[in-house]
Structures are given as structure tokens and as C-alpha cells.
């Protein structure tokens, strides 16, 4: 197998290197720095799945907001574990978070829509994180064959000699 990178952003060429040609010592290398690369993957995905859930969540609390739940008494989020005591006054309109602390009034019909391109976006870097993950997952697999051949027929050529 090889470990190709396509050409980058830059427009730069990258070489195609034969992973049996390497050594061990460098395929240990690249090994640790796939894995490396995997796990760093592997904390995206699941950084982006806590944010889809908030989304999914602020998306699904936007049904509650109906006419005949005007008045209604509910506890009501102020940070990731306190909740307050508030009255529903206004149905029609909600305060959304768009970020760094800024809050925006909206329709609850824009909110949603809101929402829903919010939740569309990280699943599009999630399914796009993920692919990645699985190329590393390929070479780093790759790389381990390559490793125990090598181990293999080092280990037959002691055995040859003695």
C-alpha cells in the first residue's frame, strides 16, 4: 500500500510514499503519528456530537411554545445545569444564542429554521470528519500489515541464520 496526500489546498504536490519501502522505525513513526491524527479526529466527533445534541435540544424546546402553554410555569436554562423558575409571557418570540454571548430575539418559526440549519451543518462536519477518520483508520490498519510482514521476515531471517 501506499500513503498518498492528494495535492493540498496550496495547489502544492505532496509525494506518494511505498509504505513497504519504509523501515520499521519510521513506520512506527507514522503509525503513532496516524493514531496521533485518529484520536485528534476521534475528539472532533464527539466535541461536534455534544454540540448537536444542544441544537437538537434548543430545537425540540421550541415546540413548547404554543398559545395554550402561554402562562405556563417552567424551569428555564441559565447555564448547562441551572435552572430557574419562569413564566412563558410570550409565544411568539424567543431569545436565541447566535454565539460569543450575543442573544437575538426571533419568531419561533425563524428560530427553528434557525436551528435546523445549525443541526444540518454540524452533521455535514461530522459525516465529513468521520470519512477522515476512516481514510487514517485504512493507512493506520495498512501500516500495522506492513509492520508484522516486516517483524515476520526479520524474525524468519534469525531463524535462517542460526
Do not use: W
Amino acid at each position: 500500500m501506499t500513503a498518498s496526500n492528494a495535492p493540498n489546498n496550496s495547489g502544492n504536490k505532496v509525494e506518494t510514499i511505498q509504505l513497504s519501502s519504509l523501515p520499521p522505525a519510521k513506520l512506527f513513526q507514522l503509525r503513532d503519528q496516524t493514531q496521533d491524527e485518529m484520536n485528534e479526529l476521534s475528539i472532533r466527533i464527539q466535541q461536534l456530537n455534544v454540540v448537536l445534541n444542544r441544537f437538537n435540544g434548543s430545537r425540540e424546546a421550541l415546540e413548547q411554545f404554543k398559545p395554550e402553554n402561554k402562562d405556563n410555569t417552567i424551569l428555564a436554562p441559565i447555564s448547562q445545569s441551572i435552572y430557574v423558575d419562569a413564566t412563558i409571557c410570550d409565544v411568539e418570540n424567543v431569545l436565541v444564542d447566535i454565539g460569543t454571548g450575543y442573544h437575538v430575539e426571533m419568531r419561533i418559526e425563524k428560530a427553528k429554521v434557525h436551528f435546523d440549519n445549525k443541526i444540518e451543518m454540524i452533521k455535514k462536519s461530522i459525516e465529513k470528519i468521520s470519512k477522515s477518520f476512516n481514510d487514517k483508520n485504512k493507512i493506520f490498519d495498512a501500516i500495522n500489515s506492513i509492520l508484522m510482514e516486516q517483524i515476520k521476515a526479520q524474525q524468519q531471517g534469525i531463524e535462517a541464520k542460526k
